[in-house]
């Protein structure tokens, strides 16, 4: 092979697999998830939590707090006060209970009837960034 030759089909490979990821990406929808940068928290592994590995962690609640904004607030509003279209999630539960239901719903998300209520978030944005916006709405809880 030339050198242009091989250059050439380099280039296409490197297009065909953007392509792919761009349909990826597409395949989940209208609502683009906002990456979400965690490499300033303790690392968790790769098999998932049912406890908040990160409750209390002043970074954490600040990047979850970021991470909520861009990812979650749409649905169930700002500062976690919804208005109806979704649960209100400052009566989540805290302690393990709660941890277990909310990491639950990050994963996998709710759709009933064919219907998606919420998309799923733990494959595209990962377990560290589910904890941190756990960690942020627990700093938002409330029982009134
Ligand atoms: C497209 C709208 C939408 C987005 C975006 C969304 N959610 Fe939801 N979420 C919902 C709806 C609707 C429900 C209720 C689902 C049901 O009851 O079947 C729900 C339920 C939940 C619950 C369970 C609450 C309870 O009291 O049972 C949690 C926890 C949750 N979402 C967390 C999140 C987090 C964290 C994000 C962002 C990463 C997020 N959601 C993004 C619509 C959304």
Known sequence: ???LT???????TAMAFAGLTTTQLMAHGDVTPQAVDTSALPDIGE????????TGNAK????GASAYNQNC???????????????????LELGPSGDEWFIERYRNGSSHDG???MPPFGEVLGQKAGWAI???????????
């Open 1 to 3: 092979m030339s050198k």
């Open 6 to 12: 091989s250059r050439l089909a380099l280039a296409a």
């Open 47 to 54: 098999e998932w939590l049912g406890e908040n590995p990160y």
């Open 60 to 63: 954490a609640i600040e990047i």
């Open 73 to 91: 607030a749409r649905c169930h509003g700002l500062e976690g006060i919804s208005g109806g279209i979704a649960p209100d999630l400052r009566y």
């Open 115 to 117: 219907k998606v209520y």
């Open 134 to 144: 756990r960690s942020w709405v627990e700093t938002k809880y409330t029982d009134e």
